[in-house]
């Protein structure tokens, strides 16, 4: 196990002395960014209008954007609940009812909730996910992110789950976006809070696919085995730290980006970088540098970064 990386620490730190609470604006317009880049990387525009109405609870209408963003809300405040009570999480309903939501009036009702029947390809990717006994492998991929959370950094927790929800591919579409709906969703469960993986970019899907083409490497030899007979150490065993690695270096900067724009919801003295540069007695320029080293908390605000004053001298 590796350590946990100082700089997602600090954050930590942070977290466990806040209480958290998702449904406010500020949160609200994260999820927009989060909804926007998430069904891009399936090349699907959002009408920015149109999530603004959903904000405002005014939105009754159904497409890609309006889905994943009722659907992301719904389920990350079941997860919150879940956090603060500290109940078990029925994985098998809560991935079924993620791609319900997600696809309600997108797909014949009969279908919705429905794991895949028969082969699928990941296109470009040299995993076959199985194409038997679905349930089990969601059954075991459950257990398995339970396992790695108890046991790894979130990041890494994040990252080896993921990879292998990717790989088993339950459904027939969607699998991309309720992966990424169901990362966050046990990044809040674990006390943490839902991140962005970019991908209005090109070069930003790219990385993202590069870095899941990477952590594949150690399913290959999983996926044509029985599921039942598998527990996750042995699912474990079978990863090797240097293939996860760039798909938890992504993980690990969506999750600072996204834990100090948070952390700045909260917050009400703020300094510009002049300022920092004055009570660190440095130049300007390096505060440029720590932040974007994430040395120092701070978020973008149209243009401008905003810096915390509280947790400056940290
Ligand atoms: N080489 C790979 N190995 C594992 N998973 C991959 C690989 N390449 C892509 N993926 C995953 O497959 C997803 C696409 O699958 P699918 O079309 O079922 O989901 P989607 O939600 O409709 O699409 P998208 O995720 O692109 O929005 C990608 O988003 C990514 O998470
Ligand atoms: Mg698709």
Known sequence: ???????????????????????????????????????????????????????????RSSNEAVNYFRTAKNFYSIALEMHKTNEDIPCLSIVKSIHRMLFENLVDPRRLGDFRYGKVIITGSKINPPEYDIADWVRLWCN???????????????????VFFECIHPFEDGN?????????FFLIKYGLINITVKGMKKKERERYIQS??????????????????????FVDENIKEEDIKPLKDLILESLIEAMDRYICIFEKDFVTTQEAARILNTSVDNVFKMISRKNIIATKDKGRWRIPRRFLMD
């Open 1 to 59: 196990m590796s350590p946990i990386n100082v700089k997602l620490q600090k954050r930590m730190n942070i977290f466990k002395l806040m209480n958290i609470e998702i449904t406010n604006k500020e949160w609200l317009y994260m999820l927009k960014d989060e909804t926007r880049n998430s069904i891009m990387i399936e090349g699907f525009f959002s009408d920015e209008e149109e999530l603004e109405k959903i904000i405002a609870g005014n939105h």
């Open 212 to 233: 899941l083409e990477s952590a594949e490497k150690g399913f290959i030899g999983i996926l044509n085995q029985v599921p039942k007979k598998l527990s996750p150490e």
């Open 144 to 162: 398995y992110t339970k396992y790695v959370f108890e046991r790894y950094s979130p990041d890494e927790a994040s990252a080896r789950s993921h």
């Open 176 to 184: 991309g976006r309720i992966g990424r709906i169901l990362l966050n």
